[in-house]
């Protein structure tokens, strides 16, 4: 065991590690059973380079998705919502206005941080051009509180006897995300969670309307002498008030990657996309499974797509409109 730890230690020196890390739980006693969708906010940036935040969000989504327990919410789509609400912030977003953000995008928690350094800076070897280093803060907040359950930073570089100074800076923020995301989840531990891999924005925390079923023309009034006496009917020709669609996306064209692009043209457009996932099976043609009085809905989702799906009332699946992506919108 000794010599064990001796060889550890060894290459830790010769190969670079992370200096000055810290991680801790603000809220020992939380849980985080009840979050399940989270998005990856661009850390506030102080640094010399104005790409460094929007580079270690990337990293962090990216590794969060690869840890699983949480949903998380595509970074592509949490700047379309905010571009979409006017909020622009070329520095990225200090950890104050986090919940804030998360509640709009409508999500249960948000990564947010800073980032203070991230640059080559001269190497201490006279033989070596400079050596990578980065230094970041993050914090997971609840969104609903305000609170931050978990903060974590670190100063971290690749100097040892076989680091390089040509190595990317990229890497090393790989490796402090990857440091500081190992002590979260050991203090998260198992917990319950279904994954879905992606969660979606819900437009109606900003877009709210009903849409009305279609109604026939007014008939021509016809003058009588003598009009029949009026029946009282129930009736049957009147507006009736639909809510907006809850919509589900199956994937069964066999390339995983076009609910991803179905579900951006469908969002961007103020379509309520709820569910996203695979179905079994392949299937050569798209098809809109829809609920009564949701034709019209349905009829405008197929619009939005490159080519008309096939239009089946049903109540079959549970949510009010159901596209099953076939080979014909891959």
């Known amino acids: 065991m000794r010599y064990k730890a001796l060889f550890i230690a060894f290459l830790m020196f010769i190969t670079g590690c992370a200096e000055a890390t810290t991680s801790n739980f603000l809220l020992p006693s939380y849980t985080v059973n009840n979050i399940n969708c989270i998005a990856v906010l661009p850390p506030e940036n102080t640094s010399q380079n104005p790409d460094a935040g929007n580079i270690i969000a990337d990293i962090l989504s990216i590794g969060v998705m690869h840890k699983g327990g949480f ?4 970074r592509m789509e949490v700047e379309r919502v905010l571009k979409e609400r006017g909020i622009y912030m070329p520095n990225g977003i200090a950890p104050d206005n986090a919940a804030n953000i998360g509640r709009i995008l409508g ?9 203070s350094e991230y640059r080559y800076k001269p190497s201490s070897i006279a033989t070596e051009g ?3 280093v980065a230094s970041f803060s993050l914090s997971l907040i609840d969104t609903a509180t305000g609170q931050t359950i978990w903060s974590g930073k670190g100063n971290f570089s690749a100097s040892g006897m076989l680091a390089s100074g040509t190595e990317p800076l990229t890497n090393v923020v790989q490796d402090g995300v990857e440091s500081l995301l190992d002590d979260l989840y050991d203090g998260i531990g198992a917990r319950a969670h279904v994954p879905q891999r992606v969660c979606w924005y ?3 925390v900003i877009f709210a309307r009903v849409m009305m079923t279609p109604q026939p023309p007014p008939q021509q009034q016809v003058a009588v002498a003598a009009p029949a006496p009026q029946v009282q009917q129930t009736p049957v020709q009147q507006r ?6 809850k919509v589900s996306i199956l994937n069964a064209s066999g390339n995983t ?4 692009m179905v579900g951006f043209t469908l969002i961007k457009n103020k379509i309520n996309v709820v569910n996203v996932s695979v179905q079994r099976g392949i299937k050569p043609r798209s098809i809109i499974y829809y609920k009564p009085y949701y034709y019209e809905q349905a009829l405008h989702i197929g619009r939005l797509l490159k080519r008309m799906p096939e239009l089946v009332q049903s109540s079959a699946y549970s949510w009010d409109i159901t596209l099953i992506i076939g080979r014909d919108l891959r």
Do not use: L, Y
Request: hydrophobic share 45%.
């Open 202 to 204: 819900d437009p109606n």
């Open 240 to 245: 009736i008030q639909v809510p907006p669609a």
């Open 257 to 260: 990657n076009a609910s991803t």
């Open 130 to 132: 400079a050596d990578p």
């Open 71 to 74: 949903d998380v919410m595509d």
């Open 107 to 115: 999500v249960q928690a948000v990564f947010a941080g800073t980032v």
